[in-house]
């Protein structure tokens, strides 16, 4: 039997209604995608960070500083290969709402630590001679229209001031999971100007990041590094880049846990509503399932004609849900992506979308189905009429 | 045209002198059915017993609630027995599970029903093809049976059409050609003319006529109408789940 075409003419009897289920369960799709895509950005700076650095910063709380002579010891420790500090700079570009992460950096080994900040080398030596040369993340040059040469000031909200930079390069991700909202500039501009405005501020850092050869060996170096300055008056926490950032999302982790709780809750929703249609459907249709039976088809074929009419309009409501998730996320992300840096539609995400919407085909045809294949057909021929 | 015309009767076509003759396709023996309604048992028909001959034309008769569906639900292995044997051609369907009397009723049977019940989502060629999907025939074996049985009936150039589209006449026709198009052993109508005017039920009528007639189908009519039950060979009537008697 050509029971595609024939789920099919059924799945259309009832335009209006099939059309309207069908539009509940795109919107639940979008809707399950989006959330899923926004549990995932707030995860990518967990994911994009490398096994292979570490973050060292004063074991009271990220705000204290740690000094810079620390610098040297750290490198003495066997495993670390690489060494850099920074500030968060904590400026604003304007206006408040003008958001973007800024760091003060000690800008050759920053870059040698993060090999997925790619700029032409040309712009790179620039930046790497110029003091007060600064690097900006493709998507916030974009945003604001800045260009290589181009002067920046940025007024500074924990290191008060007007701050000039010039924007000597560009850099892009090596991969979309890269964060392209990122600035950063030389460190020691900071500190000089530090050293003459608030010279009890001068010579601290806010953080180490270390570059190991071995990830394996994290925990070791990182028990060395904290035993190296245990009672002195910074203590250290070492931690594996992932750790560090994972600290941050577990600050909201009830939210996610929320937003996570309401996309199953959405896929639930629509599973009711797409088996009320499918019952519906059903109920109608007992008498045609009655006369199938009477000819000789078995219960396999109803059930055929069932899961599929369903399995269609929930996979048609999904393919055009996860195809309005892209252009969605795309537009969500233009205008929240100071919030969201990293905002996109992953392929895990569609196929949990997909997931979701051959689970909701398929329990919704679930009680139907039972209904129809165990009527008995002298009780489902009396229905017509 | 008036309820009051007759139908046409299968005088000219009924072989009646020789039916006594032919062997029996339908055994009934002490058949017997209630319905459970709430915490009453209803007894629906009670020892029934006959014999149908193979290219009889039987019409069943009686008041509403005779049982008279019941007892063609059974003889056409749509519903079971209480207690009692149905042999048909051979075979004793009441001992037949599930699947099997599916198969069987595949095999064996055509069915009419007073509302057509054709699928309304299929045209008239696809609701006559429907039965033949569960043959081993090929597809261009199934359009030349689906071809010939919209031929007898007369509706080759309505074959693309819809159920919704036919007159209730013609959808009845499209009905009866998917009951023949396996050429199955016997046909089973209930109430075929039920629905239909006294023109698309003349029409009906006669077509059944030359089923028996001239294709030698077995057919078993449920009917209230007794200028419809003129044209079978044999009458029999029901009566609170009792037959009462049988005339040719």
New interface residues.
Partial sequence: MRTLKLLIRNAFRHKLRTGLTILGITIAILAFGMLRTMVSAWYAGVEASSANRLVIRNSISLIFPLPLAYKDKIRQVSGVNLISWGNWFGGVYIEEKNFFPNFAVEPNSYLALYPEYVIPDLQRTMFLNDRKGAVAGRKIAEKFGWKVGDTVTLRGTIFPGNWEFVIRGIYKGRDRSVDETQFFFHWDYLNETMRKTAPLRADQVGFYMIGIANPNLAGEVSTTIDRTFKNSLAETLTETEKAFQMSFVSMTEAILIAIQFVSIVIIVIIMAVVANTMAMTARERIGEYAVFKTLGFGGRFIARLIFGESLFISLLGTAIGIGLTFPVAEAFHDYLGTYFPIFFVEQRTVYLDIAAGFMVGLVAAIFPTWRAVKIRIADGLRRIG | MTMTDPIPSCDDHRPAPDLETRPVIVEVRNVNKAYLRGSHIIPVLQEISFDIREGEFLALMGPSGSGKS?LL?LI?G??KVDSGTIVIGGVDITALGE?EL??W???NVG?I???Y?L????TAF?NVD??L??TGLSRSERRDHVEMALRVVNLSHRMDHYPAQLSGGEQQRVAIA?AVVTDPAIIVADEPTG?LDRASAKEIMSLMCRLSSESGKTIIMVTHDPKAAEAAQVIRNLDKGSLNNAHS
């Fill in positions: 019941t639900n056409a749509i519903d699947t599916a198969h009723r595949a095999t069915f029903f007073q509302f019940n699928i309304p989502v299929l696809e429907l039965p999907q569960l998917r629905d």
